[in-house]
């Protein structure tokens, strides 16, 4: 190589290696919406938070890429729902402290949607502040102030749900089984179309029996999912002689949601008026 091309390329590579050397805030991986938006009201921005699904992508069955492998394995932290969720996180080899939310709540054997219930997702926010306060000391009061405005927006959140205790019919279909917290924390009864998995489907004895059930119950209104595919409802809806109205898991945020300044709190808010139309 002559020796008037040496020159640039190595001020080049010094430039490079000296940025990488100053772009060095600690970064939090977060997996899905919920755990991003709670680790973010606590540490606003001391921290960097990045979060692994991206929008329109099903929590359930994601599988998170190599680059993203590589990403956690040099974060500070890692918060995540449950092991019954993203079970890919525990096989991650990193030296990076893992927060698994849902340890903090009173768990139904299996079923991993606890974020739905505001009163659980009150005692996640809690255990993301303690865990990320022991991991960054120097910002625990400043992670204290954030946590407590936010608890306030939850709390809120939670006396508007403990309305629904007062409803004299409290029995809903939903297209997934992911209501089941939100249903035992405020005295509500749920029936879902499919399991705990949206992707395991229904046979055809179990969809006649759904429909049974509705009928028994009096249901004229099926549940459904805006960010997911709602097939299977639709058609038990349709053959019950129901209509289709809009829940939202707050697994992924649409393009749209997104776009719209939508948040948890924002499509909880949104679920509850959905509730309220078939629930009192
Ligand atoms: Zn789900």
Redesign the pocket.
Known sequence: MKKWLLIPILSVLVLLTGCQKTASKPQIMTTFEPMYEFTKAVVGDKVDVAMIIPANQE??DYEPSAKQVAQMTDASAIVYNSNDLEKWVPSVKTSATKIEAASAVDQIAGDP?TWISPKQAIKEVKYIQEELSKKFPEYKTDFAKNAEAYLIKLEALDAQFDTLKNAKQKTFITQ?E?FSYLARDYDLKEIAVTG?D?DVEPSASALANLKKEMEKAGLKSVYVEENANSKIADTLAKSAGADTLLIN?V?SLSDAQRKAGDNYISLMQENLKSLQKTIK
């Open positions: 929590v359930h949607h997934h992911a705990i949206p898991t697994e």
